[in-house]
């Protein structure tokens, strides 16, 4: 116990307070008559010491109103001061230490995320003190003022801190790991590459043109994310859109012995997993969801029934058919009516229904006759105890937002997001609800949305932040797969459509004269074209690797013709595929068939918005949107030239566009 006194004339001059008493819990301050209890917790600054009269008088802020203990000689006043500073300071370190050490560990948990700044922040949000106010004495031991101005520091933070803080945490991450990602694929990954890698907010979204990496950056990432030892293996989860697409990101990564292990799953392999582990047996998928083949005949059966049991729908059907032009006689192609109208169903059933005022009487009566189909279809989902693919991942979902699946990951790598719909976005964001701390990584290219038709909704690519909360947007603005000329066409083609973000493409190759030439052809000779183009390419190079795409299927050549190609020309290596089969793909030189025009043209003629564009998310005002994306993923598989076999009777407008727009890398063949 430490007493400190006045001086001795203090009380002469009416001054109340004759001495002060320090105790563990505070002062005691002797009056003449009394005693007066001060505790630490009662004081709401450290004191001031102030000289009056040579002689001292110190000022305590108390909670209740400022206290004054005056007529201290110099002797008495300084020790007093260090004294009473000191024990307000050791009473607050007992709180604000252990307080230091839950910032510390949540700023040592890596890239200062928003979830975590947010939960840094409402760790100092109760602290009676604004330790900036205060800065600590000398006196205090080192540790307790460490965490003083810790937290002072994180009071104080506003964004550009937190700011400061991921850019450090990013560099410290790209020092330690420069190696894994010079040695990770054939190449170096670029400074842009490596940062997509490593920027960790709770929403990443990696926005990109096609050929600059993105795939290559997924891959990346997931063995960073293993290296800096931020998740083991089992918490992470790759998801990629089609079976091929997560087969081929398995095999690369099974290219590196650290990311062996990580899971590759397409959404679809996710939902029955889901499913499977909380219901304890393999869903009862359907065979219409299966098949499409089953599917189309079942909505070809049910049309025909349905105009058999009720007269009237008989009657509108055949009207409507015929106001289509649709071959009513003998009797209508039910199968072809089912092939065109499943995506309908579908729809219907993925986004309820249209805005009434928004259909024309026309499409308003093919609703009416599309309806009835939906129903057969759920009906025959129930009788069965079946489910389709979205009821799985809606299930799945539901599964998640009640507890019932346990998440494992905290790290889900999405490939292709573009073409992500809004189910499959609300499967991700129950994921992330249930498992607090997983972060989502995605990849994508609004300029490749290519699914609307089948539910994708681009604006989650367009206005991810909007959707999933806290994200950031890196963006990779080097191709490697094509050169200056393919850009200049393929990103001026795409861009047209003012909806597209902007996006600066430099490519890595170049060349001098054009490398997208339009042959006009006829319809007829199409495959003759590609013979004789396939030689010329066969004698310049031998082994270049050929794409040979189109908008619909029965526009490629036939199995018997390309084995015919192959045995002609062995060592180019050729493939076939629609536009929609060959995203994420590439090779040397494309030749894109099909360029007409008409119903199965590329684009497809339509009158206006069909029924299904009211049907699906966010239409999108200008014109052959959709189409554009599609062109524009044809032209960028080529890594060196693109050949356009355009209808020399009736060109697609896209062909039209290419030689009559100003386009300056585009060669027209005679
Ligand atoms: N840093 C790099 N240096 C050299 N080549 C690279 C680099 N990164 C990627 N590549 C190459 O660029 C090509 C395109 O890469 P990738 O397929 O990952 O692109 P992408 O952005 O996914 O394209 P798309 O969107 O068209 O599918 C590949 O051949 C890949 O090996």
């Avoid at 087969?247 to 990564?253: G, V």
């Avoid at 009797?331 to 579908?346: H, I, K, M, Q």
């Avoid at 719909?421 to 499967?427: F, I």
């Avoid at 495959?527 to 190079?541: E, F, K, N, S």
Wanted: one cysteine or more; proline letters at 6%; glycine letters at 6%.
């Amino acid at each position: 116990m430490q007493i400190f006194k006045a001086h001795w004339l203090a009380p002469w001059f009416n001054h109340p307070f004759l001495a002060t008493e320090l105790t563990a819990d505070g002062l005691v301050l002797h009056l003449k008559r009394e005693r007066h209890g001060l505790g630490w917790h009662e004081l709401s600054a450290p004191p001031r010491l102030e000289e009056a009269r040579r002689l001292y008088r110190l000022h305590l802020r108390c909670h209740q109103g400022d206290i004054e203990l005056g007529w201290l000689p110099k002797a008495v006043a300084e020790p007093l001061a260090e004294a009473v500073t000191l024990g307000w300071y050791r009473y607050h370190a007992g709180r604000v230490q252990p307080l230091a050490e839950q910032c510390l560990a949540a700023l040592e948990q890596g890239y200062l995320r928003h979830s975590r700044w947010r939960q840094l922040k409402a760790l100092v949000a109760g602290e009676p003190v604004e330790w900036s106010a205060f800065p600590p004495p000398e006196t205090l031991d080192d540790r307790a003022r460490a965490a003083f101005e810790l937290v002072a520091t994180v009071q104080a933070a506003d964004e550009a801190w937190r700011e400061r803080c991921c850019q450090d945490y990013c560099e410290q991450a790209l020092a330690e790991h420069g190696a894994l990602f010079d040695g990770l694929e054939s190449h170096p990954l670029t400074p842009a590459q490596r940062l997509a890698c490593v920027v960790d907010e709770d929403h990443n979204l990696v926005l990109a043109g096609a050929g600059c990496g993105k795939t290559s950056v997924m891959a990346a990432r997931a063995a960073f994310l293993l290296a800096s030892r931020q998740a083991r293996a089992d918490e992470l989860l790759l998801l990629a859109f089609g079976n091929e697409a997560a087969a081929e990101m398995a095999e690369r990564l099974a290219r590196r012995p650290e990311t062996t292990p990580v899971k590759v799953s397409t959404f679809h392999a996710l939902g029955l997993m889901i499913l499977s582990r909380v219901e304890g047996r393999t869903p009862p998928l359907s065979e219409l969801a299966q098949s499409e083949k089953s599917r189309h005949g079942a909505f070809a059966a049910w049309l025909e029934q349905l105009g058999q049991e009720d007269e009237a729908y008989g009657e509108r059907l055949l009207d409507w058919l015929r106001r289509h032009r649709f071959q009513v006689i003998p009797r209508p192609d039910f199968g072809r009516l089912a092939r065109e109208w499943s995506p309908l169903v579908a729809a219907l059933k993925l986004y309820g229904e249209p805005d009434p005022f928004e259909l024309t009487p026309d499409q308003a009566e093919q609703l009416a006759l599309v309806r009835p189909l939906l129903h057969r279809y759920q009906a025959q989902l129930r009788e069965r105890d079946e489910i389709d693919f979205d009821d799985m991942i809606e299930k799945a979902a539901d599964y998640v937002r009640l507890g019932r699946f346990e998440v494992p990951w905290r790290h889900i790598l999405v490939d292709e997001f573009q073409d992500i719909s809004a189910p499959r976005a609300a499967l991700l964001q129950a994921l992330r609800d249930a498992a607090p701390g997983l972060s989502l990584f995605c990849v994508g290219d609004d300029w490749q949305a290519i699914y609307r038709f089948s539910g994708a909704d681009v604006s989650l690519t367009t206005r991810f932040g909007e959707h999933f909360g806290a994200s950031r947007v890196t963006t990779l603005a080097q191709t490697f797969r094509f050169n200056n000329r393919i850009e200049q066409v393929a990103s001026r083609f795409v861009t047209r459509n003012p909806g597209q973000l902007p996006k600066t493409l430099a490519t890595h190759r170049r060349s001098e004269g054009p490398c997208v030439h339009v042959l006009p052809v006829d319809h007829d000779s199409q495959m003759d074209a590609v013979t004789r183009l396939l030689g010329q390419i066969a004698a310049q190079r031998p082994e270049a690797s050929v794409y040979l795409l189109a908008r619909f299927r029965f526009s490629l050549p036939d199995e018997s013709q390309l084995a015919g190609w192959r045995r002609r020309f062995p060592d180019l290596r050729l493939e076939a595929q629609t536009l929609h089969g060959a995203k994420g793909k590439e090779a040397d030189c494309v030749i894109l068939l099909g360029l007409t025009r008409g119903k199965y043209g590329f684009p497809p003629d339509k009158n206006g918005p069909g029924l299904l564009d009211l049907l699906l998310p966010d239409e999108e005002e200008f014109p052959h949107a959709e189409e554009r994306r599609l062109f524009y993923v044809g032209l960028t598989r080529a890594r060196d030239q693109v050949f356009l076999l355009a209808d020399r009777q009736i060109p697609s407008v896209f062909i039209k566009e290419l030689l009559e727009g100003g386009y300056p890398g585009v060669s027209r063949w005679s």
